[in-house]
Structures are given as structure tokens and as C-alpha cells.
């Protein structure tokens, strides 16, 4: 426990180094200043998002103008390298040390998304991990034993990828921390604890400090983080004159209408766009939820090259980013590595594949979720940089008009049991403090294929599809049941009993135990979204999600 007068930190006391006078003080001038914007902020995407559900939301394109003639000067040159960037949990040790690490080829990545957002457990001294390694990793003094293994793990030499942080997103709190005996803004608290504590070590070694930001929903929102942003550097001596630069992940409804302006919002912040596919999807998926002609075939088959309305989206993003010479980010590519060759072979030019696509559309790097897959990752934006101006994008951001389809395809029983499946194995992994896991959606179906790390959003986009169904009582055109509470229920227990069983008698009690508090917390997620309350598994406390899993919960 770490506290003054008015901050108490309930956390564990060997983080107490990153958490000194001057920290406290920080974040109780940012909790004074900023958490009024912040709620005000959550009660603007509730309106939005509520008008929708009553089919009452018509977004237009923001009339801010925007000069004509303004570029973003002045990105550092290491963000305008084509490559990949890596990406994985900044608080589990080993894996941030690998991910900075070289692959089995011996090539690092360009950049390291360096995450305390979805694929993260939301728990305090998680988060303070994710601060120290970071700060370690700066200083080249983090390492890391495990005993179980034998294995000494920590950072070869030579450079390291530069750090990409990812904190969570205005619409959770810390419960862990309390100013004047309110929680405080995650976003608050995790950018103050982050610039203060690695980026200070950053700006120190003249280092650029450079983050994601997640989860915006408006220009408005982005201008807020410019403040804090400010804010920071004023209240912080060694940060005055720090290179600090951020980009902006594009996923969600409302924020496509106004990426150009969000962009201008962040002022000497800004550096670009991110095309973040999983998230987008689900959002698109919530704000739609009510409207029946806008039901969703199987998810799995929306592939964002082959479904025009979302591809001409991220054009958009990219004419924005080459119209205001900006950085285009693209998407994640999931695969684990396999033990059998032929099937990593297989994954590498699916993601080659989806590489080329983004290349040829003007986005300079993408996202990989492990370092086996790098090279195939990387290779299709190192080929194509020096042909990036002539990219198949214009710079031209109107030459892509937004317009939102329904997707085409078939709604199956199947997909729905791979959702519900996804879901189950997904909150197994949060109830054991991973907010990242490999996956496979189609465990027990004859043929072999790779798991896929799956986060937040693909577990969100899950609950999302299911809802949508149960709403409107789809029919399954594989087998003659339409989408009712009953159907989906009887899905989630079968495939909850059949990856206990499928795991053999070496699953561990407290394993089978999550599984079924799995089932409960699924059902529960489930049944808010059918309410249209689109709640974040984030916003649960770890005692909330034990009393939700320790009781049935219904879905009707």
C-alpha cells in the first residue's frame, strides 16, 4: 500500500519505487484537471451508443476544418521505418523479453507494441509489472529466471526495437487506486505512470517516447490527450523538451466519421493511424445490434480485404496519413507457431498474403503476435517501401466515402459455437491473469492449423455476434434452430464440458473451476449485450468476475 493524504495505492510494496511523492502529486493534479473531461467523455459514448440501440444515431463527417495545407512535422525517422512491429503483454516478463529479442532468424522487430491494454490482465500490480519492465528494458537491466524451466532469460545486445506503449482506454478505471476515496482514470493513471517512469529513462538516453492510444471515439477525445499529454510535461521537469508522439488506433463506429480531425487534435502529438481490425469490427457489430436488416453473417469469414466498405474505410485512414505525411499502421497477424512445418509454411504466406495487402495500400508497418512469424510479416512492407507514394491509396481522404453494409455471407450454428467457444477459452485465460491467449476455435475438428493469439476484442466481438443473433432469433442455415437463449446456452455448456474432457486427466482442479466460472461469466456477458449494455470485461473487478462465475447466470 502506497499513500499520502489524499492518493491510496493498494498495491504491492516492491513497486513502491516507481510510485514516489512527486508521482502521487502528479496524478492527483491529473485527477483534479482532467477526471470531469474523462466523465464526460463515457457520458457522450453512452448517448451515442444508447440513440443507436433505438436506431436514432446518424453520424456525419465533423465540420472542424481543418488547413489544407498542415502536415505533421517532425515524426521521428525510426516511425517511418517499414517493417513489424511485435506485440504482447508488457507485465509477463520472459514474453517482453523475447518480443525485443531476435527471432529464430536472428532479426529483431522494428518496433515493440509494448501492451497494458487488451491483451493485459487489468490488475494493479500487473500494470506496475508492465511499468517496471519497461523502464528495465530502457535501462538494459531487465531480466528474468524461471525456476521451473532452468532458463535465464534477457536481452541480447544489440538494438532493440523501439517501444510502442499501449495504456487502456478512457472508459475504465483503476479500482486499485483512489484519489479522495474515487478511483481514478486508468488512462489517467497508467500514461502518468508510463511517461514518468520509462519515458523519463527514454528521454534520458535520447530516446523518442512514443504511444498508442485506444478506444477514441471522437476528436474531441484525442484533444483531451493532447492536454494530458501537456499536462505531464509541465508537472515534470525532465519531460519539458521530450520527443513524445502518438498514433491513434482506429476502432471504433464513431471515430471513422472524424480520423482526419482526431488526428489534428493531438497537435506536436500526433504521428498517425492505426487500422485496428478486431475492435473496429466488434463496434460496428454494437452499434448495428438493433437493427435487424443489419444482422451479421459468420464473423470469421469477414476478411476486411474481401468486404469493400471496410477496406474503403482504411483507405480512408491511409489517403488521411499520406495527405498529412503521417504513419499508417495495419493490422494484427495472430498465428503461433506449430510444430508441424508444413502448417507454419501455410500460416506464413496467409500472412505474407495479408501483408502484401496492406503494403500496396500505403501502410508502412503492421502488428505480428509472435516472433516465429516476423520475417513473412515484415518482408511485404521492406519490399514495397521505396513504391509507397505510389501506392494503390490516393492522398486524397474524400475519394473514399464512408458508407456502412451488411456484410455478405451465411449465419451458421457453427460459427455461433466457434464464438461461444472463443469466448469460454478467452475469460479462462483473464480468470488466470492472461488477457492474451492461443486459441483454437476449432479444437477437436479433424485437420491440423495454428493457434491463434486472441485479446479483448476477439472476445468482445464473440458476445457481440451471439447477441446480434439471439436478438433477432436468427436461423441457422446449417442446421434447422433459430438463435434463442436455450440454443446458445446448451452450446456454451457442451463446449464447456468438452474442453474439460478433451484436456485429459492432467487438467488441474483450479483449471476446471475457471472453466466453469468461465461459463457463467460468458452467459452474463452475453445476456448485457442482448440488454445493449456493452459493458467491458476490462470495467470487472477480479472479485466482481468470482461472484459472476460462482453463481448461474441466464441468458434469457
Not at 267 to 287: P, V
Request: glycine content about 6%.
Amino acid at each position: 500500500m502506497k499513500s499520502n493524504n489524499r492518493v491510496n495505492i493498494n498495491s504491492n510494496s516492491r513497486f513502491d519505487y516507481l510510485l514516489d511523492d512527486k508521482f502521487l502529486n502528479l496524478i492527483s493534479n491529473l485527477h483534479d484537471k482532467f477526471s470531469e473531461r474523462v466523465y464526460g467523455a463515457r457520458e457522450e459514448r453512452l448517448n451515442s451508443i444508447n440513440n443507436a440501440s433505438k436506431s436514432q444515431t446518424t453520424f456525419v463527417k465533423s465540420e472542424k476544418k481543418i488547413p489544407s495545407e498542415w502536415k505533421i512535422k517532425n515524426i521521428p525517422d525510426e516511425l517511418k521505418i517499414p517493417g513489424i512491429e511485435i506485440s504482447g503483454p508488457a507485465h509477463i516478463t520472459p514474453m517482453f523479453i523475447n518480443a525485443i529479442n531476435p527471432g529464430p532468424d536472428g532479426q529483431r522487430a522494428i518496433g515493440y507494441l509494448d501492451d497494458d491494454e487488451d491483451s493485459a490482465s487489468h490488475r494493479l500490480n500487473d500494470t506496475l509489472n508492465a511499468a517496471e519492465n519497461r523502464k528495465k528494458a530502457v535501462e538494459r537491466s531487465l531480466n528474468y529466471y524461471d525456476q521451473s524451466k532452468s532458463k535465464n532469460y534477457e536481452i541480447s545486445s544489440g538494438t532493440i526495437p523501439f517501444f510502442m506503449h499501449r495504456e487502456r482506454g478512457l472508459h475504465l478505471d483503476e479500482k486499485d487506486v483512489l484519489i479522495d476515496g474515487n478511483p481514478i482514470s486508468a488512462t489517467l493513471f497508467s500514461t502518468a505512470l508510463t511517461l514518468y517512469n520509462a519515458g523519463q529513462s527514454q528521454h534520458e538516453r535520447n530516446q523518442g517516447i512514443y504511444i498508442y492510444i485506444p478506444k477514441t471515439e471522437s476528436e474531441k477525445e484525442t484533444k483531451l490527450y493532447k492536454d494530458i499529454f501537456d499536462e505531464i510535461r509541465n508537472d515534470v521537469t525532465n519531460l519539458k523538451d521530450a520527443t513524445i508522439r502518438a498514433i491513434i488506433l482506429v476502432e471504433s463506429f464513431p471515430l471513422i466519421w472524424s480520423m482526419e480531425e482526431a488526428l489534428y487534435n493531438l497537435g506536436e502529438y500526433g504521428a498517425g493511424l492505426n487500422a485496428a481490425r478486431w475492435d473496429l469490427k466488434a463496434s460496428l457489430l454494437e452499434y448495428v445490434m438493433s437493427d435487424p436488416k443489419s444482422v451479421w453473417p459468420d464473423r470469421f469469414n469477414v476478411d476486411v480485404k474481401s468486404t469493400p466498405f471496410i477496406a474503403n474505410i482504411f483507405r480512408r485512414l491511409v489517403a488521411i496519413c499520406k495527405k498529412h505525411d503521417g504513419v499508417a499502421i495495419g493490422g494484427m497477424a495472430t498465428a503461433l507457431p506449430h510444430k508441424n512445418p508444413e502448417i507454419n509454411e501455410i500460416a506464413a504466406q496467409s500472412i505474407k498474403s495479408d501483408k502484401v495487402w496492406e503494403a500496396e495500400l500505403g501502410f508502412i508497418r503492421a502488428w505480428v503476435a509472435h516472433i516465429y512469424h516476423m520475417t513473412p510479416a515484415s518482408e511485404p512492407f521492406k519490399n514495397f517501401s521505396e513504391k509507397r507514394l505510389n501506392s494503390s491509396t490516393s492522398s486524397d481522404p474524400s475519394d473514399y466515402p464512408i458508407s456502412i453494409e451488411t456484410p455478405v455471407g451465411e449465419i451458421t450454428g457453427e460459427c455461433t459455437r466457434q464464438n461461444a467457444r472463443v469466448l469460454l477459452e478467452y475469460i479462462e485465460g483473464w480468470l488466470n491473469g492472461r488477457g492474451a491467449k492461443g486459441i483454437d476455435r476449432l479444437a477437436g475438428i479433424p485437420g491440423e492449423r495454428p493457434a491463434l493469439m486472441e485479446d479483448l476484442a476477439t472476445a468482445r466481438m464473440s458476445a457481440a455476434q451471439i447477441a446480434q443473433r439471439i436478438i433477432h432469433q436468427s436461423k441457422c442455415e446449417d442446421i434447422n434452430q433459430k438463435h434463442d437463449p436455450i440454443f446458445v446456452k446448451s452450446l456454451l455448456i457442451n463446449e464447456c464440458e468438452n474442453i474439460i474432457s478433451s484436456s485429459g486427466k492432467n487438467i488441474k482442479s483450479s483449471e476446471i473451476n475457471r472453466y466453469k466460472k468461465s461459463l457463467n461469466i460468458a452467459s452474463k456477458w452475453i445476456k448485457n449485450y442482448t440488454e445493449f449494455n456493452f459493458r467491458s470485461l476490462g470495467s470487472y473487478s477480479i472479485s466482481e468476475l468470482d461472484e459472476i462465475g460462482s453463481n448461474e447466470q441466464s441468458i434469457h
